[in-house]
């Protein structure tokens, strides 16, 4: 079974700082997706990058940025010139290919406060 | 165009009542997904709906929960007998085919007493 593990329960950091979040995953697939998603206070789950297992290269969105180690399975998140707007819950989540996004396997999460 | 909606956005209920909670997915997608966010948890896969087919209930935690699909669009989950463990935040997501990205409400907070 797969597994996903955030070690972070949570983070701060300064505003305009770059912060990384840890996740570690556990699974004998050798092809699958990877995910950060976002629930603000408002609950509502955003997508905020995805990572394709088979590319080697790093995914990356704006201010987000991923570092996939596929033979350590740590995908950890950076978010750069962080913005008060990232105070968030940040989940990360595993889909094995060719599963549906209902077999997203979630982290606990990490909970990220931006100071201003 | 319009999100994701979910009613109620928040519901209290007594231990043993039945309790019915709605999704609006966003038109044109034909999967929907419930989830269930307990406190501090993250996501926990309740129930898939994909066009015509069969739903894939495999995350149904009992038979007190139910879900149903009208005319590929509105969803209704249903908890009878409410538990205090049922409460949580549950969460419907939408997309537009199997794969693509999902596309979620605003969840609904239920609090059983």
């Known amino acids: 079974a797969q597994t996903v593990t955030q070690s972070q329960p949570e983070m701060s950091v300064q505003e305009a700082e770059t912060v990384t979040l840890s996740c570690t995953y556990d699974?004998?697939?050798?092809?699958?997706?990877l995910f950060w998603y976002k629930q603000p206070p408002s609950r509502q789950m955003i997508l905020v990058i995805r990572?394709?297992?088979?590319?080697?290269q790093n995914a990356t969105e704006n201010r987000f940025s991923v570092n996939f180690q596929k033979a350590a399975k740590s995908f950890s998140l950076k978010i750069s010139d962080s913005q008060l707007g990232d105070t968030a819950m940040y989940f990360c989540a595993f889909m094995k290919h060719g599963g549906s996004q209902g077999n997203l396997i979630f982290g606990k999460g990490t909970k990220l406060s931006v100071k201003p | 165009g319009a999100g994701v909606s979910q009613s109620p956005s928040n519901k209290v209920t007594e231990k043993g009542k039945d309790v019915e909670l709605r999704c609006d997915p966003i038109s044109g997608h034909t999967a929907l997904y419930w989830y269930r966010q307990s406190l501090g948890q993250g996501l926990e896969f309740l129930i898939y709906?994909?066009?015509?087919?069969?739903?894939?209930k495999s995350g149904l935690p009992s038979d007190r929960f139910s879900a149903e699909r009208t005319g590929g669009s509105v969803s209704t989950l249903t908890i009878q007998r409410t538990q205090q463990e049922d409460s949580a935040v549950y969460l419907c997501a939408s997309s537009l085919a199997y794969n693509s990205p999902l596309h979620f409400g605003n969840g609904t907070r239920l609090t059983v007493t």
């Open positions: 709906f994909q066009g015509n087919s069969a739903p894939d």
């Open positions: 990572q394709e297992a088979y590319k080697q």
């Open positions: 699974t004998s697939e050798n092809n699958y997706y």
